[in-house]
């Protein structure tokens, strides 16, 4: 390769990595549905496949076929579930100042008996100040989820009538020989199926056991609790705490320490349980995938990529460390 050869070379390498970093940064508010898009694809690629090349369906109506189904199974349902925690959340009646004077007697309490301050009334009106921005922050998600909603049918149905065409050309861009392809299409394949199917059902079932121990303690409006404990599974390690400490703390100050400590009992020892023993035997029945690369992965990934980062978190983590597998082999071992 000659002077002029290389010139060209590494200036189109530059150019697609400038283009490459450029669309990428304008395109981080649909990301969420690119990436949803890619998740389904994964789960009904194997529908696609049997349609287009057993059946000899075109695949403009299998895309249709399979767009409607990814709707009525996937889309109805999670829309339905924010819809009727946005719901809840529009029709709780929580008052900042009757909040502010609950815990205000406790740390005075608190103080009275050990001589320790734990927050004065200033910082107390301070955090109940920002509950109205926390309210047009989930508005503003709200609308951001319904335009990746848009873009990830877009995307989908594209992708669909793509289908081999599609995969061929990432698989041939993949920077391996055949065997290590092979490799990281399968590893990609075994997370994104595990936690897309994983990590509602792990939620569902968390949600549910939830539920009934808010309704036997009588906690204040259940259902909703119960919808938040769904989504605080995706939480790394605390995952329901976020939900159930607050809540029984909340239930203690308003005069049920009784019902508060029998639901802190009841979330501790059971709903913990529960958490432990499903997550075993989903990693058993899906993907055997190491928990702290689950943990560390979902936490950089809720970071770079919002609510998807709980699927390509733990898939970015794993392929970083196949490549590393894959070069140690390749480039060390061989030269042993």
Known sequence: ?????????????????????????????????????????????????????????????????????????????????????????????LDPNDLILKIGHVIDNIETKTGYNLLDRNTLSSIASKLPE???????????????????????????????????????LLPFNPQNKKNVAREIEVIVRSNAIGIPLLALIQGAVAYLGYLIFGAPNALLFGLLTCFATIVPIIGTSVVWIPLSLYMGLDGHWGMAAGMAAYCLIILTNVDNLTRFILQKKLADTHPLITIFGVVIGLSLFGFMGII????????????????KKEYLEKQR
Do not use: H
């Open 134 to 172: 926390i309210g047009q922050m989930l508005m503003n998600s709200i609308t951001g989820l319904t335009v990746n909603l848009l873009v990830l049918l877009f995307v989908l149905y594209f992708m669909l009538t793509g289908g081999r065409r599609m995969e061929q050309y990432f698989y041939d």
């Open 1 to 93: 390769m000659n002077t002029k050869e290389q010139y060209w070379k590494y200036s189109l390498i530059a150019l697609i990595l400038l283009l490459g970093v450029i669309l990428f940064l304008k395109s981080t508010p649909f990301l969420g549905g690119i990436l949803g898009a890619s998740t389904i694809y994964l789960l009904v690629r194997n529908q696609m496949l049997y349609l287009t090349e057993k059946k000899k369906m075109k695949p403009g109506r299998v895309a249709l076929l399979l767009l409607g189904e990814s709707v009525l199974v996937f889309l109805i349902p999670l829309s339905l579930i924010i819809w009727l925690l946005i719901y809840k959340l529009q029709n709780i009646n």
């Open 312 to 327: 390509f978190g733990p898939l970015m983590l794993s392929i970083f460390i196949l490549c590393i597998d894959i070069f």
